[in-house]
């Protein structure tokens, strides 16, 4: 049965041992003689938080430094332990503060005023101030900062600091996703700032200091002496060794070289579900779209792109490389955007004989398309099924697989083929924060499809009130799938594996890890 998607905690422990989706029906019951073996593994008895020692998470994409105040596949893992944000959201979506400690906002959602933490030091010891805030949400107003928050930053006027725990920020317009910017936007150190693209210095305020870092290799973190929060973290240390195959990161758990797995193909994740010594954790929410490039034909046909939406067949896609977990859709946001429509969710479904009439219709019978697909195994296993599909359809198909560095710099540059599959990890943040930032979806954008009327949609869903929101949304989705240049295909969860020895994890809201509690037993 395929599990759905549905509005709820983004921070899942064992409770999600009953997802059906992954095979972990079952698996909650507990006798005496299950709880005995859970002891004996370290499920439970452990005798409460312990210091010290070293933690691994083997991840299957190398880091990226300069992507600290962006939500992407490589800062997911590591990005919420070195920096910190001002706001985060809680499990229901609330903004909470963290190292603000409150704000107000007037003048029509054109000014905030921000009151920060006077007790935070960055790693170096020095400590931050408003005008670290400043700098830090002036940079992700720069495209060379590859980060979210531009879409609202790019909005800012201006900025006061006022005094060392207080500051400003101006508008030009109201904005709906204000505290999409706020998630987004870690606070870096202004001082060592510009190391962030070599990875040379990455100063935060988070519980772990960035120690070292050797590309395509292994991450290592340790704990931050100047942490305001009396005795954590628990961990001195923490060890991510990047593992790209999906086999070798269920490996590493399995033989105790990895405590946690981040990043694992879902099947194999399901592969360990009936084994108790291991927890599966669902993360990030990720949504996968087949786009177009509206310049190349046979995709400068509307009718093309729509025929698409037919052509794909998501439920198998949804069952054969996600393991039945998630959302066969086509929406490319999560039930968490308010605006969200099951009906638009449901628009395009599998109907390959109307897909072979539209194509053949529209004069593009096998016609030779080139799809880019980046390098992560699960966008490659649903290009299989999506080549397949428009073979079938009356399309001559080939792919190319594209390193995931190389991959973002030719979508941003708008380089890519006349097709591309990408996972799009900001699924959970609002639609105006996804399509208005993300070279896949924005006003300019990798497909090249420009007009006035979807600028427009762009800007109402962006600086619509709480009453107009919903609306705005479901205009704007309606508008991107009457234009079709982008095909949502399923939105799912990364999934994690984790030891049970490793206690104290947590997830945030957009699925970064977060352990500050964290201890292994």
């Known amino acids: 049965m395929t599990a759905v998607l549905r509005a709820g905690p983004p921070t899942r422990r064992s409770t999600l041992l009953g997802l059906a989706g992954l095979g972990l029906t079952g698996l909650a019951t507990t006798s005496g003689c299950r709880l005995a073996v859970n002891e004996a593994r370290g499920a439970a008895g452990d005798g409460g938080a312990r210091r010290g020692g070293t933690l691994t998470i083997a991840m299957n994409l190398d880091a990226r430094p300069v992507a600290a105040q962006s939500h992407q596949a490589q800062s997911i893992v590591w990005r919420r332990l070195v920096f910190e944000t001002l706001t985060e959201y809680d499990a229901t979506g609330t903004p909470r503060p963290l190292l603000a400690t409150g704000w107000k906002v007037s003048d029509g959602g054109r000014t905030v005023a921000l009151r920060l933490r006077d007790d935070v030091r960055f790693h170096s010891g020095r400590p931050m101030t408003a005008e670290d805030v400043v700098y830090s949400l002036k940079r992700t107003a720069d495209p060379a900062a590859i980060t979210q928050a531009r879409s609202v930053s790019a909005h800012i006027t201006d900025m006061i600091a006022d005094g060392d725990h207080a500051l400003r920020i101006r508008f030009g317009q109201p904005v709906s996703n204000l505290f999409d910017m706020f998630e987004m936007a870690s606070i870096v150190d202004r001082e060592s700032a510009a190391g962030l693209v070599s990875g040379k210095e990455v100063i935060g305020t988070g519980p772990f200091a960035w120690r070292s870092w050797i590309p395509g290799s292994q991450l290592t973190l340790t704990r931050n002496r100047h942490f305001r929060t009396s005795g954590r ?15 070798a990161l269920v490996t590493a758990v399995r033989s105790g070289r990895a405590d946690i797995a981040y990043g694992v193909a879902p099947l194999d994740a399901k592969g360990l579900s009936k084994d108790d010594r291991y927890v599966i954790d669902l993360g990030t929410a990720v949504d996968y779209a087949v786009s177009m490039d509206v310049r190349a034909h046979p995709f400068d046909k509307p009718e093309v792109r729509r025929a698409v939406g037919y052509a794909v067949d998501r439920e198998r896609v949804l069952n054969q490389v996600f393991a039945g977990y998630g959302r066969a859709s086509s929406l490319w946001w999560t039930d968490r955007e308010p605006g969200w429509s099951r009906a638009q969710s449901d628009a395009y479904t599998y109907d390959p004989a109307r897909a072979r009439s539209m194509i053949k219709q529209a004069g593009a019978g096998g016609a030779e398309v080139t799809i880019d697909v980046i390098a992560i195994p699960a966008a490659q296993a649903t290009a299989q099924i999506v ?17 995931p560095v190389e991959f973002s710099t030719r979508q941003a540059a708008g380089k890519l083929g006349h097709m591309f599959i990408n996972g799009y990890g900001i699924a959970d943040l609002s639609a105006a924060t996804l399509v208005g930032s993300h070279p896949a979806f924005a006003a300019t954008n990798s497909s090249h499809f420009h007009t006035d009327a979807y600028t427009e949609a762009i800007d109402r869903a962006s600086t619509a009130d709480s009453g107009e929101r919903d609306a705005a949304v479901r205009a704007l989705a309606a508008y991107m799938q009457r234009e079709a240049f982008s095909q949502s295909v399923v939105t799912t969860r990364s999934a994690i594996i984790r030891s049970k020895r490793a206690r104290g994890v947590d997830l945030t809201y957009l699925g970064c890890f977060r352990l500050d509690n964290a201890y292994r037993v």
């Open 387 to 403: 080549r397949y599909d428009l073979a079938a359809a009356g399309l001559n198909v080939r792919t190319r697989v594209i390193d």
């Open 233 to 247: 973290p628990y961990l001195d240390r923490i060890d991510l060794p990047c593992i790209t195959d999906s086999t």
